[in-house]
């Protein structure tokens, strides 16, 4: 039983330093993370922090897979059952702006966070980021394409033009909100992505 409670507390722990660096770098940026941060703010020793990880980029990339999770689970895990096509595309709208709206980081969404931070990078980290976007961008076309498929969406709809909106709309509610106080922002958001795609606008929220 001590063995068994000794995992789960080192799961507890290593769960508690990934939501705080994930918070940190949502407004500080992975390069902002640092063990030292961690450690003070978790009244943890810094060996303590560093031990759940090995190395600062471990902890950069482990803190970019907590974050991915949480995206999944507030964004894809509620419209999953929906049918794929047209009715799963719009549930992933509304949840995606209802996400961007209160994505539970002090700095906003922290994907779009750290793809403004790392577009221009190389290393791991980029190349995490690439794998971890690149699915949701073909999850996305996946679904566009099986509503064009079925006739819900015009045949001349250009899948990854689509995806590409979507993205840059969902992506800019952040700014609009913490810079300028926009706080219909993700309303005129997921409007806009119905007009992307060419169905009726969302009703307002």
Known sequence: MTGRRSVADALDTRVAILRRAADIASVEGLEGLTIGRLAADLEMSKSGVIG????????????????????????????????????????????????????????????????????????????ALVVVTGRWRRTLAAEIRTAIAAGELAADLDPDQAVFGLEALAAGINPARQLHGETQAPTWALRTMHAILGVSPAPAR
């Open 52 to 127: 759940h990880f090995g190395t600062k980029e471990q902890l950069q990339l482990a803190t970019l897979d907590h974050a991915a999770d949480l995206f999944r689970q507030r964004v894809w895990e509620p419209v999953r059952h929906l049918r794929p096509g047209l009715e799963r595309l719009l549930g992933i709208c509304a949840s995606w702006t209802r996400y961007a709206e209160a994505p539970g980081f002090a700095g906003g969404c922290f994907i779009a966070e750290t793809s403004f931070e790392w577009d221009g990078r190389i290393g791991p980290v980029h190349d």
